[in-house]
């Protein structure tokens, strides 16, 4: 069975990069080009995705004449809101909510900002109770599509099913009319998902804090604000710009993996 085909109510989960938005495009190329009624393609923006990303999300929603919900997180009731390229948040402000009202930081412990962020969003925006998640996760991250089988939510990788590769989501973008404009390196996109997510390894962090030193101060800020670190075996964000100037400009070590996708 074709692994794309949309055979009950569904979400397709786009994080606003490469991979899913490939997923995106095999699902429109199933169904003729035109998504089932019963199925929404949904982005949440966190506020803290490069503006490249944005660009990405509103491009697919362009050429392929399709339609995305784009969707952010609110503090009070009714938990969401709906917005669009042109008014989507820019400086973290739906984050920045999260952390105020829960009063403490993320971290590698307590990684509430993906569930918080996007996942809850995405039962609060689509109209059936009961429904199917499609996630763009590839043949080629198998302890990611491990851990996506023993979630308690119905999700389908057909990425995986397929046996889709990076070096498939390459050659397409490679030929495609337009691309995520930005660099990928080591089959890794270092700007993908939040520009500074305290997930990624430090050297990644770092060297984007060096490339781009105006990306620390929100980060730094949230810091402040709550009294606490990200991360206490990396350095404060408010020290990064300084290590950052010590720093080899490349991209090495493990990051830890989160669901929010490529």
């Not at 990405?56 to 969401?80: H, M, R």
């Not at 590769?165 to 930005?182: A, G, R, V, Y």
Request: glycine share 4%.
């Amino acid at each position: 069975m074709n692994p794309y085909q949309i055979l009950e109510p569904t979400v397709v989960s786009f994080s606003g990069g490469r991979t899913s938005a490939f997923m995106l495009w095999k699902v429109l190329e199933t169904h003729g080009g035109v998504l089932p009624e019963d199925t929404m393609v949904v982005f949440a923006n966190t506020g803290k995705e490069d503006e490249e990303t944005l660009k990405f999300v509103k491009a697919c929603q362009d050429n392929w004449n399709v339609p995305i919900t784009w969707v952010e997180y609110l503090s009070e009731k009714p938990g969401f809101k709906i917005v669009s390229y042109e008014t989507a948040s820019r400086n973290g402000e739906p984050f920045e909510q999260l952390i105020i009202k829960k009063k403490y930081l993320p971290n590698t412990f307590a990684r509430f900002c993906t569930q918080e962020l996007k996942v809850n969003l995405i039962k609060k925006v689509f109209p059936f109770k009961e429904f199917v998640t499609f996630v763009g996760i590839r043949a080629d991250e198998p302890r990611r599509v491990a851990k996506m089988a023993v979630n308690k939510d119905e999700k389908h990788c057909p990425l995986a099913v397929d046996k889709i590769t990076q070096k498939d989501i390459k050659e397409f973008w490679d030929s495609n009319t337009f691309d995520l404009k930005l660099t990928m390196i080591d089959k890794k996109t270092p700007l993908g998902n939040c520009d500074l997510c305290f997930l990624k390894d430090l050297k990644q962090k770092l060297s984007i804090v060096k490339r781009y030193p105006e990306k620390v101060i929100w980060w730094a800020s949230m810091e402040d604000k709550i009294g606490a670190q990200f991360r206490r075996d990396h350095p404060k964000y408010s020290d990064m710009v300084k290590r950052a100037t010590e720093q080899i400009d490349m991209f090495a070590d493990e990051s830890i993996e989160c669901f929010c996708g490529d």
